[in-house]
């Protein structure tokens, strides 16, 4: 059998061709290694009784190939970054570390103030305010659902515009 040196120089074309069918246009150097690593893999696994090496390997580098567009697609989707989040998670309320003025003006309970200030200005998470308060995370989460309802519904009916004016 062939060492893993001619090996790899004779299925170098194979692994460009795969690369160009897959439609892999960045991190080319990082597809070509996969590649590599698969057809070693191949090499190392194959038995002759069972057919011709070609075709397990062509299957074997192109198998590695897709996993990892897979996982990065994955990645990308888990990861990605949303430009208009919109009111739903708003980072930070105000830079002075206490709510906005305008807040005080949409009818929230003293519960929902509190809440408000606890999560986007002080930056506290869910199971810590759900621990100090007694209560499950999943009712913190429905009382910041129907906190933000309510200043979603507030915003769209312009009563901030108003009060700016």
Not at 31 to 51: C, N, P, S, T
Not at 54 to 81: C, H, K
Not at 113 to 136: C, P, T, Y
């Amino acid at each position: 059998m062939k060492t893993i040196e001619e090996v790899l120089e004779q299925y170098s074309p194979m692994i460009s061709a795969l690369i160009r069918k897959l439609n892999i246009y960045r991190d080319f150097e990082s597809y070509r290694q996969i590649g590599e690593i698969a057809l070693w893999h191949a090499w190392m696994r194959f038995d002759v009784e069972k057919g011709d090496f070609t075709p397990y390997a062509y299957r074997s580098i192109q198998g590695a190939m897709l996993d990892e567009l897979n996982r990065e697609n994955r990645f990308a989707l888990r990861f990605e970054v949303k430009e208009d989040a919109g009111i739903d998670e708003p980072t930070i309320f105000a830079e002075e570390n206490r709510l906005p003025e305008w807040v005080e003006h949409i009818g929230l309970s003293a519960k929902e103030k509190v809440l408000l200030q606890n999560l986007f200005v002080d930056g506290q998470d869910m199971a810590e305010l759900a621990a100090h308060h007694g209560i499950s995370v999943s009712a913190i989460k429905k009382r910041k659902s129907r906190t933000l309802e309510k200043i979603r519904n507030y915003v769209q009916n312009d009563e901030i515009g108003k009060l700016e004016r």
